[in-house]
């Protein structure tokens, strides 16, 4: 079985200072993990995925699977990063293969203050 | 840019009646895809389909749902005798490839009376 668990519901933080928003996974197989995000009144957008190790508007995620996490950070958090954060996990087959279904943590309301 | 895009953007239903949700998928792409999320609650996925058939299903989508890609561009999301707690977002999703990034809708809201 899949899941994902992010712990916070709600994260605030002040302009400029570094943020990590939490993500762990449960998954017996080779996971894909990414972070999806949904802006105020707009859909939910890709933000990262781990297998292509971009930066996106200064966040980084780094799988680690020893301790089966994915956490979403950055280093100076700006007022227009405030959202809605999702981790998602998709499950690779022996051959590498995207599943294609994506299961979603709980997500975590990002409040960036001036 | 390209966009997923689903109609209506609000439904309101009177339990125990059919309801339709409509998307109109990436027009290159080739895996279709819907979630529901429960106020409060967690995007949960629904169902893929591709090459016109479903390629896996929660346990969610029971008997009661269906879908259906009637035309080239359109993908259907059927509930029939919906129930109270079949109130949610729905979103629609779809991708060029399997292990490419989904792309979402904005999602129908639907209440059920």
């Known amino acids: 079985a899949q899941r994902v668990t992010q712990p916070e519901k709600l994260l605030s933080v002040f302009k400029g200072a570094p943020v990590e928003l939490k993500c762990n996974y449960s998954y017996s197989g080779s996971p894909e993990l990414f972070w999806y995000v949904q802006y105020s009144r707009q859909r939910l957008q890709l933000l990262l995925r781990?297998?292509s190790r971009e930066s996106i508007k200064g966040f980084t995620a780094d799988l680690n699977k020893g301790e089966t996490s994915f956490h979403l950070k950055k280093p100076f958090a700006q007022e227009e990063d405030s959202a809605m954060y999702y981790c998602?996990?998709?499950?690779?087959?022996?051959?590498?293969?995207?599943?294609?279904?994506?299961?979603f943590g709980q997500g975590t309301i990002l409040t960036v203050h001036p | 840019e390209p966009e997923v895009t689903q109609t209506p953007s609000h439904q309101v239903t009177q339990m125990g009646q059919e309801v339709i949700l409509r998307c109109v998928p990436i027009?290159?792409?080739?895996?279709f895809y819907w979630y529901r999320q429960i106020l409060g609650q967690k995007v949960e996925f629904l169902v893929s389909?591709?090459?016109?058939?479903?390629?896996?299903k929660s346990e969610i989508f029971d008997d009661q749902f269906s879908v259906e890609r009637p035309d080239g561009s359109n993908f259907t999301l059927k509930i029939r005798s919906t129930k109270l707690e079949d109130s949610a977002m729905y979103f629609c999703?779809?991708?060029?490839?399997?292990?490419?990034?989904?792309?979402f809708g904005d999602g129908t809201r639907l209440s059920i009376l």
């Open positions: 389909f591709y090459n016109n058939e479903i390629s896996e």
């Open positions: 998602a996990l998709s499950g690779r087959g022996a051959g590498g293969t995207s599943y294609g279904k994506l299961t």
């Open positions: 999703a779809s991708s060029r490839e399997r292990d490419q990034p989904q792309h």
């Open positions: 781990h297998i």
């Open positions: 027009s290159n792409h080739l895996y």
